[in-house]
Every structure is written in C-alpha cells, then in structure tokens.
C-alpha cells in the first residue's frame, strides 16, 4: 500500500513569491491534513480537508490556503511567501482516531 | 502557548541501555496520548499511543507510561538500539480528528553503539 505522497521534495522561493505543495493521501483515506513543522518548533496545525471541504484551520494567516480534489488529494498554497515561512510541511491522513500517517513532507526555503 | 512540552531536546544513551523520554501537558481535557518517531528526511511515523483510561501501555520494547495527576507521560525504551537514534515527538489529542492533535517540540534521541 502506497503510503501519503508530497511533491516537490525541495522548493525555493524569494519574498514575495506563491508556492504550492501537493500531497496524495493513502488510497481510501478521505481527510488530509497540514502541518507546519519550523525550526525549533514542534509540529503546528494548518489545515484540515475532508470530503473536498475545508473542516478547520490552526492559527495561520489568510495567506496560507489549501483546497482538496475529487480524488481526496490535496494542495497547500502559500501566496506572499515571507521568510518566517521557511519549514518544512507535512501532510497526513488518518487511519483510526488520531493516529496520522503522515508523508516525508516538502522542506520550503525561502530566500 | 504550548500546550504540550518537551523540555528536553536532545538525549544521549549507551545502547543496551534504557532511554527515558519526558513529555507534560498543560491542557487537562487531553485524552488520547501518542509517540511519534522522526528519521531525517521522512516523515514521524506513529510509535505508541495511549489512552487516559490507561496508565500503561506496551508495545515491544516501547512502554508508554502516562500519570494524569501529574499531567506527565513517558516513553521508555529497553534496550535502546542504534537504530532508535531519531527525534521523538509527544502529542496529546482532546477530541477526534488530527486537527486536534497538539505536538511537542522534540526530543532527539541518540543511542550510542
């Protein structure tokens, strides 16, 4: 069984740019999930996606939006990049309550 | 405000020996308690969990021990193994759903062989 996919591995950006980070959930799962992983942090809530709606949000600027596909993928857009921006994102999907799975993220450099 | 804490980043053990990772939490409606186990360039992958009607959970050479009184939990690895070497995140939940779960910052572990 395919675990979650993200795409790209790596991406770089300058100040001011979008950038869009895509995840593929595990075959079945219908909730995917963000997470915003910065230096020295621990892992913060973004989003929550299930059934193509958007179910809740962490504390996170407008600016960090997402939405979800017919076939339970996901996209994380972040317009307005700002350096602070600069982790790495995971995204996950669940199997029993609260246990995620998550994928190997996608590290966001911005410059 | 961190709800779930970590207050030591880093942790050194002999292998063989037995690793202790510390985890409190401020939030006393947490009821679901879980382990998460990070390797450079991946993904945490899910250790253990338990639940706040338990105080004791084990799995292998993985024990969790959670005190509510104390709002406290642990996990305790015997005999840690090289391979073990890794960050290791708490997270407490208070409700279904993975938007309600809250990390800590970390803890990395590293056995020495």
């Known amino acids: 069984e395919a675990g979650v996919t993200q795409s790209p591995t790596h991406l770089i950006k300058t100040r001011g740019q979008q950038a869009t980070l895509r995840c593929s959930p595990i075959s079945g799962h219908t909730s995917v999930y963000w997470y915003q992983q910065a230096l020295g942090l621990g892992l913060q809530f973004l989003l929550w996606?299930?059934?193509?709606?958007?179910?809740n949000r962490g504390n996170f600027p407008p600016r960090f939006s997402g939405r979800q596909f017919p076939n339970y993928s996901s996209e994380l857009n972040v317009n307005a990049l700002e350096l602070e921006d600069s982790a790495l994102y995971l995204c996950a999907s669940s199997q029993i309550r609260d246990r995620v799975t998550f994928g190997d993220g996608t590290r966001l450099s911005i410059l | 405000d961190q709800q779930v804490k970590q207050n030591s980043p880093s942790l050194s053990v002999q292998e063989g020996r037995i690793s202790i990772l510390n985890c409190d939490y401020t939030?006393?409606?947490?009821?679901?308690f879980l382990w998460y186990k990070k390797y450079p360039a991946e993904g945490p992958t899910f250790l253990i969990s338990i639940s706040s009607i338990k105080d004791k959970n084990e799995d292998g050479r993985f024990t969790v021990f959670l005190n509510k009184s104390a709002k406290h939990l642990s996990l305790h690895i015997v005999p840690s193994q090289p391979g073990d070497s890794a960050v290791y995140f708490c997270a407490a939940s208070a409700g279904t759903g993975a938007n309600n779960l809250f990390f800590g910052t970390g803890t990395r572990l590293t056995v020495i062989p």
């Open positions: 996606y299930d059934e193509g709606e958007e179910r």
């Open positions: 939030n006393s409606m947490f009821d679901y």
